[in-house]
């Protein structure tokens, strides 16, 4: 590795427009790893108007490949994608790791996602960077973390949820726990991840310095557990899985409509509870002093829950929405992303944006928060693998394109 001291990371070569006033803006971050946990970090920090470089091998991101594949490009990777500036370096090679090595040291922020130890094999550790650049927030995202007996198994979302306790306690008493078909575990991480780098950017305008962010996949899912630890620790309760319920709050389940569509209902504040039984044609219920608080319809939870299945069954499931909004008791359907595509709510909170690939639109889910005063955006999709090789090794490492074409 090259012990040349590295340019501070605010000489810019490529200017940041005056005009973009998102609050990341002027930040650069360097994007290494593949797949899902790291990426949409950084998916998340190039919308809110960081300038990502991500780093692919030469073969590119795997995720380009996954699931729906258009145009030689997965329909996913456009929209993980956005807003990155693709580079494409071997790390394997030595010449690689130097280039990779000197885009680190003018940066910002880092984030990585391979398995603990990697980065310092290839001589691209913190510490290493640090040295040159000691402002730098280095986020390392992996299954178990970075330190720990286990910090070295390989840890993909499907595992850590079970590791994490989500798992156990999602799916139906008795049966296997149940996978959601997303990778949660990953996109939790990454949430995780950019928080970590808002927390350390803070941090940074008080000290100057950057620091390391450990972001472990179980641990994100931990995160998630609510009262689950001290409920056990103070009481001795293991929570289980409990269905389409949620364990000690009553009622809220999900409903079967004479239509075939389900409906959810939450009805368990003390006041919603009486509105909800009135409707459903159960004062008496409505009325019982047994009912009247939640620890009561815990106990009674069975029959309050055939009497809500009861009604439903004899309606369609937009009579029983359309009755419960009126008496102002949390109702809603379960949508698919078809009913989302459509729903006006949606529309109207700008939950969807239009990308152009090949001369056609492509529709891309927003990024969340909504700022008022500051708002993130797409700028644009997923490019192609490499599609930034000159404007960063050129522009901004000054490679000539001799010494590219020869990379």
Request: proline fraction near 7%; hydrophobic fraction near 35%.
């Amino acid at each position: 590795m090259t012990n040349t001291i590295c340019d501070d990371r605010h000489d810019r070569s490529l200017e940041v427009s005056m005009a973009d006033h998102r609050p990341l803006a002027g930040l650069r971050v360097i994007e290494l790893g593949q797949l899902l946990a790291g990426p949409f970090t950084g998916t998340i920090l190039g919308y809110f108007g960081a300038e990502v470089i991500k780093i692919e091998p030469p073969a590119g991101d795997p995720l380009r490949q996954w699931r729906e594949v258009k145009d030689g490009t997965s329909l996913w990777y456009r929209s993980l994608g956005r807003n990155k500036k693709s580079v494409t370096l071997d790390l394997k090679s030595e010449r690689g790791r130097e280039l990779a090595f000197e885009l680190l040291c003018k940066t910002d922020i880092v984030i990585e996602n391979f398995r603990p130890g990697a980065m310092e094999k290839w001589g691209l550790g913190p510490d290493a960077v640090k040295e040159k650049n000691p402002g730098v927030i280095y986020a390392r995202i992996s299954g178990y973390g970075q330190t720990g007996p286990f910090a070295h198994k390989p840890g993909y979302a499907s595992v850590t949820e079970g590791y994490g306790g989500f798992r156990y306690i999602n799916g139906t008493p008795g049966e296997a726990p149940v996978r959601p078909n997303i990778s949660m575990g990953d996109t939790v991480a990454g949430i995780h991840a950019a928080l970590g780098v808002a927390l350390a950017i803070i941090q940074r305008t008080q000290s100057g310095e950057g620091q390391v962010i450990d972001v472990a996949l179980y641990e994100s899912v931990f995160n998630l557990l609510e009262g689950i630890v001290p409920e056990f620790d103070g009481a001795g309760v293991v929570r289980e899985p409990s269905g389409s319920t949620i364990t000690g709050i009553v009622p809220t389940n999900t409903y079967l409509c004479s239509d075939g569509k389900h409906v959810v209902i939450g009805g368990n504040g003390d006041s919603i509870f009486r509105r909800l039984m009135t409707e459903a044609g159960r004062p008496d219920m409505a009325d019982d002093p047994e009912l009247a608080h939640n620890p009561g319809r815990v106990v009674h939870q069975e029959k309050i829950d055939l009497a809500l299945a009861d009604w439903c069954r004899q309606h369609p499931s937009h009579h029983i929405i359309a009755a419960l909004e009126e008496a102002q008791v949390p109702v809603g359907p379960i949508y698919s992303v078809e009913d989302m595509v459509a729903d006006p709510h949606y529309q109207a909170r700008g939950m969807f944006e239009t990308v152009e690939i090949n001369g056609e639109p492509l529709k891309i889910p927003a990024i969340m928060p909504k700022l008022t005063r500051t708002p993130g955006e797409t700028n644009w999709a997923g490019t192609q693998i490499g599609q930034h090789n000159q404007e960063i090794l050129g522009g901004l490492l000054g490679l000539s394109d001799e010494e590219i074409a020869a990379l």
